[in-house]
């Protein structure tokens, strides 16, 4: 089979499982998606963005290679570039984001259960990726559901993990960082992220973009913004992104509301990702 082909078989897995898989779903009475055809990038694990992640978040930050080595020691005579990570976005449904934007304090009841339920689909999918591959023969990992992933804290960033998904997207082709931090994809900023890193030969996706800010509008040419409003407790300014007046809303405040008036246990905000420029594509400047 040549890369072409295997690429276009791993996007084929991942795809299926969005549209067809009973996981996939909002776990409301109605069993709504709680997710839209996906997006799929590849990229290197010799890819030397990977190495400049280390300088970059933190020494903690794991090079493709080193999740792998971890996850199979007994395989020896693997190098970097044997390596492959494969990435998707999973962009929220038009009815999730219609209810968000509405929102002016707290995430709508659609929200809460996309970043509950449809992250455990995501969770989900990562599982059924290292089991398509695995049972092909391949070896794979899903960097985020090892036993060895953990929190951090970097010494440039504060919150941080030893495997980012949004960066590996980045890597991999699959969009650039907004003023808020959120990945902007071409399926916009109301997304979620998966990635496996496994031992096969796939083709790195281009990456359409020299800057890791290009499709964000603040950063190209000074306008925008609009993400600043959004935030109900200030978290985002011209100087970015306070990661822990965000954790402190995400994490306590809507946490305490979403089981107060929906009765679940969860979390969630995304007001910044939702009735804005870059919500759901590129933003261009007919958007603002
Ligand atoms: S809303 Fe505007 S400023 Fe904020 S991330 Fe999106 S494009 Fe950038
Ligand atoms: S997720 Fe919510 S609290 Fe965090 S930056 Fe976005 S709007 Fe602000």
Sequence with gaps: MSRCELAAQVEEIIKDFVRHHPDNSLKDPSNEKAWDEPIVGFS???DELYEFYKDHIGPFHWTPHEIFSLTFPDVSGVSPKDLAVICWILPQTEATKAD????????SERWV????FGEEANESLRRHVVEALSAQGYKAVAPVLSPFWSRETSPRFGRASRWSERHAAYVSGLGTFGLCDGLITPLGKAMRVGSVVALMDLPPTPRPYSDHRQYCLFFSDGTCGKCMGRCPVGAITKEGHDK????????VAAAAYAKAKFG??????????TGVPCESHIPTAEDV
């Design 113 to 116: 259960r996309a970043r509950v």
């Design 264 to 273: 679940i246990d969860g979390l969630g905000c995304g007001l910044c990702q």
């Design 244 to 251: 822990e007046k965000c954790y402190q809303h995400v994490h």
């Design 100 to 107: 968000n934007r509405k929102e002016r304090i707290y995430p």
């Design 44 to 46: 290197s694990g010799a």
